[in-house]
């Protein structure tokens, strides 16, 4: 699976990671993609400044979910979202905190959209695990210090 697949005319998906939760840590790429969506289906860690930078006509579905709380939209209902909608032909940012492929589901949903033969793109964003440590001035590697760096779940 790569991480661009151009099967379908029509509409595209975009999974976009929204950075580490200030507004002005997304990527202009992301940025850019808000600004040309019809559909923006965002996470419960997205800055409210950002879903305002989708048009004014876009429609703002909330698929947030927290640990230990009831699951607001399955993930098999969201990927058939995400593939209802482009199928119309809409353009469709499914945005995620930090990064899209960084226990995001994002790979799930990359997965769904390729079967579909849906055309999509993945925007990178900056994962918390790299951006805290570094507005914090902590390396994570270091020639001196440490060498690997290993990302693990906490659920």
């Known amino acids: 699976m790569s991480a661009r697949a151009r099967k379908q005319k029509g509409g595209r998906v975009f999974l976009v990671g929204a950075g580490p939760?200030?507004?002005?840590l997304i990527t202009i790429r992301g940025a850019d993609t808000l600004g040309r969506a019809d559909v923006v289906i965002y996470d419960n860690l997205v800055s409210p400044e950002l879903i305002r930078l989708a048009p004014p006509k876009a429609e703002l579905i909330y698929a947030g979910k927290r640990a230990g709380s009831e699951k607001n939209i399955e993930q098999p209902e969201l990927n058939a979202m995400l593939i209802d909608h482009a199928r119309k032909g809409r353009v469709v940012?499914?945005?995620?905190?930090?990064?899209?492929?960084?226990?995001?589901r994002g790979g799930e949903e990359a997965?769904?959209?390729?079967?579909?033969?849906?055309?999509?793109?993945?925007?990178?964003?900056?994962?918390?695990?790299?951006?805290?440590?570094?507005?914090?001035?902590?390396?994570?590697?270091?020639?001196?210090?440490?060498?690997?760096?290993?990302?693990?779940?906490?659920?």
Not at 119 to 139: D, H, L
């Open 21 to 24: 939760g200030a507004s002005d």
């Open 93 to 104: 940012v499914r945005l995620k905190g930090g990064d899209p492929f960084i226990f995001g």
């Open 111 to 155: 997965e769904a959209l390729a079967r579909a033969r849906v055309e999509f793109e993945v925007v990178p964003g900056i994962t918390s695990a790299i951006a805290g440590p570094a507005f914090a001035g902590v390396p994570l590697t270091h020639r001196e210090h440490g060498s690997f760096v290993a990302f693990v779940t906490g659920h």
